[in-house]
């Protein structure tokens, strides 16, 4: 059974930023209330409170919301109209479906001056005959009764059958309160013996008709072999229990029960049995899943990829330049640091994120104290670099260019510096004997001297130009 706790109505104050000194409506619906209570205090400043579709049986604690406007209260177990003398700016009150039997009890709700609509219908006292007139003639501050207008002449015409009306009600009520009176004690008497029962089911011996309270003492064979039951035999008995489980609570809905707050109650607690008995079936069926394996028995590392949602997505370097091994890990961007740990062996690296495994084996033997972990701040991504054993690591590498750019501004550099010297060689040849430089010398030696220079085989020199380089 819930209660009315500080922390749950902040879980239900979201809106409000979790403040609940200053907040004006409040939602505890559906949430197995029993008592009204602590609202109060907490929340003065209400001005709308939905508390429908609970337990409540006592409408209290809450003359001092002064700025309530709206209260519904619809769907409990609320039999008097009572305590709400204090709610001045109450406007709209919603009792539907309750057990309010004493109808008389609404001359409580003259003190709500503004009180312009009300909901009864699902209530015993609906039943009664001039009910209706009976609240209009009574609460002259009303516009609205089960969502129906009252009208002028209706009024009129409830205030003078009034005392007739009033007379009727009261005889109702009392006839109303001896039968309440009888559920009550028939409700009363079989609680009473459900829990006779129980107790009787609680005092029974062990299976073999003994008490057993010494905590050394051996236990019989049949307790024994309970524990040892082969798989196929302890199955059985849970469908058997299952089935019995199902047959009584087919036998507890089928059987006829009166519209009363104790036959709700019971209701509750049929339920919340039955769904604690089903946790405790599907706990004894729940498997432990065994430990991912990843060390085999003879000392094997495995390669394991286990993440939590989906697997992770990698890349294992292996450069040549810095002497290591470089993993780049692709964990999640938004994932916390603190989640991950990384355990570098001399075969294999295990990086666990939120305890989940990546483990993989090394194509080379690393050393572990000079292995660094760095991740960066945009991606998320975790880089692993590994020095190989009897190796220099001189860091992480930079960022990879492509190969294909390298060249090309390779050669492009070695293309410009090469016309700087033909430039050069040229002029010094023109000085020296201008009959030597022919343009098609020239255009040989430009040919040679390129291809020699970005490396790719091509005509030996011919041209008295490279006797100037």
Request: glycine fraction near 4%; include cysteine.
């Amino acid at each position: 059974m819930g209660r009315i706790t500080e922390d749950l109505i902040r879980r239900n104050a979201e809106h409000n930023d979790c403040v609940i000194f200053s907040l004006e409506e409040l939602s505890l619906h559906q949430q197995e209330i029993e008592r009204l209570e602590h609202i109060d205090k907490w929340c003065r400043d209400l001005k709308i409170l939905y508390l429908q579709n609970n337990l409540i049986g006592k409408i209290e604690n809450v003359s001092k919301l002064k700025k309530l406007e709206y209260l519904n209260l619809a769907l409990n177990n609320i039999e008097k109209v009572e305590n709400l003398e204090g709610c001045e700016g109450l406007t709209k009150l919603d009792l539907t479906i309750n057990f309010i039997g004493e109808l008389s009890s609404i001359k409580t709700l003259r003190h709500n001056i503004h009180l312009k609509e009300l909901f009864l219908m699902g209530n015993p006292c609906a039943d009664f005959d001039g009910y209706r007139q009976f609240v209009v003639a009574t609460l002259q501050q009303l516009k609205w009764l089960d969502g129906k207008e009252i009208e002028r002449s209706e009024r009129i015409q409830a205030l003078q059958n009034f005392p007739v009306i009033e007379q009727q009600i009261r005889e109702q009520e009392k006839a109303y309160c001896l039968k309440r009176a009888k559920d009550k004690e028939e409700a009363q008497r079989k609680l009473q013996e459900d829990a006779d029962e129980g107790k009787k089911e609680r005092s029974q011996p062990g299976f073999d008709g003994r008490w057993y309270t010494d905590i050394g003492a051996p236990l019989p064979s049949s307790v024994e072999s309970k524990d040892l039951q082969a798989p196929e035999i302890q199955e059985g008995e849970c469908n058997r229990k299952k089935v019995e489980d199902e047959e009584d609570d087919l036998e507890f809905w089928n059987k006829p029960s009166l519209f009363t707050p104790e036959s709700r109650l019971e209701t509750l607690r049929h339920m919340e049995k039955q769904r604690k008995a089903q946790e405790k079936l599907s706990d004894k069926k729940k498997k432990v899943k065994p430990a991912r394996t990843l060390i085999t028995e003879d000392g094997k590392a495995l390669n394991v990829n286990e993440p939590k949602y989906v697997r992770l997505d990698f890349s294992l370097k292996d450069d040549e330049k810095r002497k290591q091994i470089v993993l780049d890990l692709a964990v999640y961007r938004y994932l916390d640091t603190s989640l991950i740990d990384v355990d570098v062996r001399p075969t294999y690296v295990r990086v666990l994120v939120k305890g989940k495994p990546f483990q993989l084996v090394l194509p080379a033997e690393v050393k572990p104290d000079s292995s660094s972990a760095k991740r960066s701040q945009t991606t998320g991504h975790l880089v692993i670099c590994m020095p190989k054993v009897d190796e220099v690591i001189t860091g992480c590498p930079p960022a990879s260019k492509p190969v294909a750019s390298t060249l090309d501004s390779s050669r492009e550099r070695k293309t410009e510096s090469f016309l700087r010297r033909v430039t050069t060689s040229r002029k010094k040849a023109l000085c020296c004997d201008p009959s030597l430089v022919t343009e098609e010398t020239d255009d040989m030696a430009s040919q040679g001297l390129l291809h020699q220079m970005v490396g790719i085989p091509g005509p030996p020199f011919s041209s008295p130009l490279a006797l100037f380089n």
